[in-house]
């Protein structure tokens, strides 16, 4: 009886070094390749082009494969475990870096069922992440980006998201991560908001800005970005006109719509009951996402309700019952916004919510009750955090600093040293800067 070599691979990008792997694991037995799942790499870094499926169809059909199966934990003793291996392949790539603790649970897990490590050496020059690299910097298809967003939720426990008001700002939402053990933590998409559109162009928060142009601007971070765009519809216009709206973003391959559920002239959420906040009747706007759905063409699209209970001073019950109705007329996802500081409305919302809707995502803006891990609002059953105006506020005050410096010190030599980023690092940041 043939011996079994287990394998893991995300198998997004196939390359050399998987060919490479795979013969040489060929070599010791039949070769079980656990297949990475969405789940388990979004934890870590991002999600793979392909999705499980697609990957699995590209992995089976070569030829020293015997059998694909999914691995659902970064970690490889769960199906380690289940599937008792004689033998588990890797790149030597592992004996430094971040990946050592997994390099070691490996090594015990092998111990305990009577299996062996093969370690073979790392092919050099030429790796998944940076042949990735070279195809994020050609961009990224409309319908790839637009159905990312539903795999993201479907994948994480919750998914980040980062507001973004002209292509600088996109990049940074592209491009900043950090390292966290073994795992690498960035935003997953950016947040088209009406707010920071309307205040980058001096003017009031009241729809004052027109879709085009709105949608015009936007393309200055479609261009530059492969990441999944959240936008800020307002109220979504007249019902007529808001299967237009939802057309038009799809086809640039917006991943989803947010539309509020008030009506008249739009006054800011944070104004709270301090403004006029006048909400539509349930059945009115239950129509305008049913009209929204029916024109849409792809099913990956989201249109997501946004409810404004909580702002206008109502109870949570309200609140409720409107969420509950609008994820029956078809609603992707609820947003449920407060500018109550503690965040117990929306604790409460959120679990009342659950108990009688499982499965339809519950996006939070947690601009006042900032407080709150993202941990603690998933474990409320919150699956998407937006950060809708950080980007903004953090400018402003610099730019503002700097301006004061100049004027004060008559020159701009203090200003450069202590608010500004050198010019070479700043043009590193741009895609495609010659440079010297």
Request: proline content about 4%.
């Amino acid at each position: 009886m043939a011996k079994t070599v287990y394998l893991g691979m995300i198998g997004d990008i196939m390359h050399p070094g998987y060919i490479n792997i795979i013969n040489k694991a060929s070599e010791y037995g039949d070769v079980m390749v656990g297949l990475f799942t969405d789940k388990a790499i979004a934890s870590h870094r991002r999600l793979p082009y392909l999705t499980w499926a697609q990957r699995k169809v590209v992995v089976e059909s070569i030829s020293k494969v015997a059998k694909v199966v999914p691995q659902d934990e970064w970690s490889y003793v769960p199906n380690l475990l289940k599937y008792k291996p004689d033998y588990i392949i890797h790149g030597d790539d592992w004996q430094e870096g971040p990946n050592r603790a997994l390099r070691a649970e490996v090594y015990k897990a092998m111990e305990g069922i009577g299996g062996e490590v093969i370690e073979i050496p790392y092919t050099k020059d030429v790796t998944a992440s940076g042949i990735r690299e070279e195809i994020d910097a050609l961009g990224v298809t409309p319908a790839m980006r637009l159905s990312s967003l539903r795999r993201l939720i479907a994948a994480k426990p919750i998914v980040r998201i980062l507001e973004s008001h002209n292509g600088l700002t996109g990049l940074i939402v592209e491009h900043t991560k950090i390292t966290e053990g073994e795992a690498e933590r960035a935003f997953d998409g950016m947040w088209a908001s009406s707010l920071t559109d309307s205040t980058s162009k001096g003017k009031p928060d009241i729809e004052a800005v027109d879709l085009t142009t709105r949608l015009h601007d936007l393309n200055d971070t479609l261009e530059v970005t492969t990441k999944p765009v959240i936008f800020d519809g307002d109220t979504g216009g007249k019902t007529e006109h808001f299967a237009f709206t939802v057309r038009t973003l799809e086809r640039l391959g917006i991943s989803a719509v947010i539309i509020e559920d008030k009506v008249g002239l739009k006054q800011n959420s944070l104004f709270g009951t301090d403004a006029v906040q006048v909400q539509d009747t349930i059945e009115n706007f239950c129509a305008k996402i049913q009209a929204g759905k029916e024109a849409q063409i792809t099913s990956d699209f989201m249109i997501i309700s946004r409810c404004e209970s909580l702002i206008a001073g109502k109870p949570v019950d309200d609140a409720l019952d409107r969420c509950l109705a609008y994820a029956a007329a078809g609603a992707d996802g609820i947003m449920i916004h407060s500018k109550e500081k503690s965040g117990a409305d929306i604790k409460e919302f959120s679990l009342r919510f659950r108990e009688k809707n499982s499965y339809t995502p519950i996006v939070a803006v947690p601009t006042t009750y900032n407080q709150f891990t993202e941990e603690e609002l998933a474990s409320w059953g919150i699956n998407v955090v937006i950060y809708a105006n950080h980007m903004l506020r953090a400018a402003y005050p610099a730019m503002e600093k700097c301006a004061e410096s100049i004027l004060a010190h008559h020159r701009s030599l203090e200003a450069s040293d202590e608010y500004c980023m050198p010019i070479k690092q700043i043009l590193n940041l741009i895609p495609g800067t010659k440079k010297n």
